[in-house]
């Protein structure tokens, strides 16, 4: 059985009267794709904030790759990746440097740069790109790329919020490939999205409203437990109850 990298129990997150992130509990293991859905309001970004190491829970606890949220953040954000729709890569910068940006804040040497730096190249095909700027690149390109930085450092696990939002139904699966690649080396995926088709690529699902986690487990188990067709109809059966509308 996998270790377990996520352990969350009771997590809660209070701003005044408002509970943004209401007792919750769950578990992931090494290497497994785990999708964290919920509409906007649902509480995702304030959970996903508190694993990072980046917010403070004001109840519960959580230890993330072995260290805990309340007093080990700087162990945790050493051996975590993230990477988000809304910003991973320096656009003004040349593929070169933000691979040895990202590098550098990750902490790797010299010679594991340039190993890296020349493997990553190779392997999405950016020999002629290399010294282009990022702001120059296709969309789908910077999101491969803006991944590929975020686990150059192998870290046991990867935090990827809406990666792929924007991008074409090709490339998404090509991004997708990504994933499963990376998991397959031992890193684990914990990824929010909007696409319900790639809440099937999951290992397991956790559905949030209002706050809490309503539903938890495989796809199929999901369909079954809902009688619906597809996870598009379990996240609308969910969804439809909740009552609030931001984080």
Not at 10 to 16: A, D, I, Q
Not at 128 to 142: D, H, I, M, T
Not at 227 to 244: E, G, Y
């Amino acid at each position: 059985m996998n270790e377990v990298v996520i352990k969350t129990d009771k997590l809660t997150k209070r701003f005044g009267d408002f509970t943004a992130v209401d007792n919750i509990t769950f578990d992931v293991s090494q290497s497994e794709i785990f999708g964290f859905l919920g509409a906007n309001g649902a509480g995702k970004t304030t959970a996903m904030r508190m694993l990072c190491g980046l917010s403070t829970p004001t109840s519960g606890d959580a230890i993330i790759a072995g260290f805990d949220v309340y007093n080990q953040t700087e162990n945790i954000k050493k051996n975590i990746g993230y990477m988000s729709q809304k910003f991973s890569l320096y656009e003004d910068l040349t593929v070169i440097e933000n691979i040895h940006l990202f590098g550098g804040i990750y902490g790797l040497d010299n010679y594991q740069l340039k190993n890296k730096t020349d493997e990553l190249i190779e392997k999405l095909g950016l020999q002629g790109e290399r010294n282009k700027l990022v702001a120059s690149l296709p969309l789908g390109w910077k999101q491969k790329l803006a991944f590929s930085v975020a686990i150059l450092h192998q870290p046991k696990i990867v935090f990827l919020d809406e990666p792929t939002g924007g991008v074409d139904p090709i490339t998404r699966r090509q991004f997708w490939k990504l994933i499963y690649d990376a998991a397959n080396q031992g890193i684990t995926i914990f990824v929010t999205t909007h696409y319900m088709d790639e809440a099937e690529y999951c290992n397991r699902v956790s559905i949030m409203v209002d706050g809490k986690i309503e539903a938890l487990d495989t796809p199929v188990k999901l369909k079954q437990m809902f009688s619906a067709k597809s996870m598009d109809d379990v996240f609308l059966r969910l969804a439809r109850k909740a009552q609030r509308t931001s984080d």
